[in-house]
Every structure is written in C-alpha cells, then in structure tokens.
C-alpha cells in the first residue's frame, strides 16, 4: 500500500491551495483517510479526516471553516481544499490511511508555505 501527497507550495496568506493523496494496493474493506501536518519544530498534528463513505468528516478545531476533505473511492484519491491560508498553517502535509484503531500507512509529505 502507498500513499502520496502533493499540490503543496508557497501562497501568501489568505491564499488557497488543493492538497492530492493518491493511492495505490488500498484494500476493498472500509478505510478512513486523513491529512497530517508538522510545522518546522513542532510535532505533526491531525488535519482533518474522512470515512469511507466521505459522509463523516472531521477536523481539527485550527482549519474548521477553512478546509475541506474530501475523497473518490474509484479513483483512490482525497483532497484537501485549503482557503484563507496564514502562516501558522505552514508544514509538511502528510496523508495517511487507517483500517484499524490508529493510521498504520502513511504518505510521503507535500510542503506548504504560507508568507505574510
């Protein structure tokens, strides 16, 4: 199973940007997806997340109102839509997929970078 994010980049605040994670060797049983990110010196943090079905969705208190997930099972891809970008949402974007209690594979990182 991979993972892999991109569509990172730089934007000046109050930008947008559209995060991909493409997927490959994903099983058929349900699977929840999510996006992760690590600011530079801090420990990566949760995003946001999305069932299967893409009917629940979840996000962290810091990009509700902001960003949207997103997903489409038959082509093995989420999305995250950034709006109104600032500089503490600079880090590396992770995604990540789980079948179980906790996200077991996880993708290799896209860069965002917010200017002010």
């Known amino acids: 199973v991979q993972l892999q994010a991109s569509g990172g980049g730089w934007v000046q605040a109050g930008g947008s940007l559209r995060l991909s994670c493409t997927g490959s060797g994903l099983p058929s049983k349900n699977y929840s997806l999510g996006w992760f990110r690590q600011a530079p010196g801090k420990e990566r943090e949760f995003v946001a997340s999305?069932?299967?079905?893409?009917?629940?969705?979840e996000y962290a208190d810091s990009v509700k109102g902001r960003f949207t997930i997103s997903r489409n099972n038959a082509e093995n891809t989420m999305w995250l839509q950034m709006t109104s970008l600032n500089p503490e949402d600079t880090g590396v974007y992770y995604c990540?997929?789980?079948?179980?209690?906790?996200?077991?594979?996880w993708g290799r990182g896209t860069l965002v970078t917010v200017s002010s």
């Open positions: 999305i069932n299967r079905s893409g009917y629940r969705k």
């Open positions: 990540a997929a789980k079948w179980g209690p906790q996200y077991h594979v």
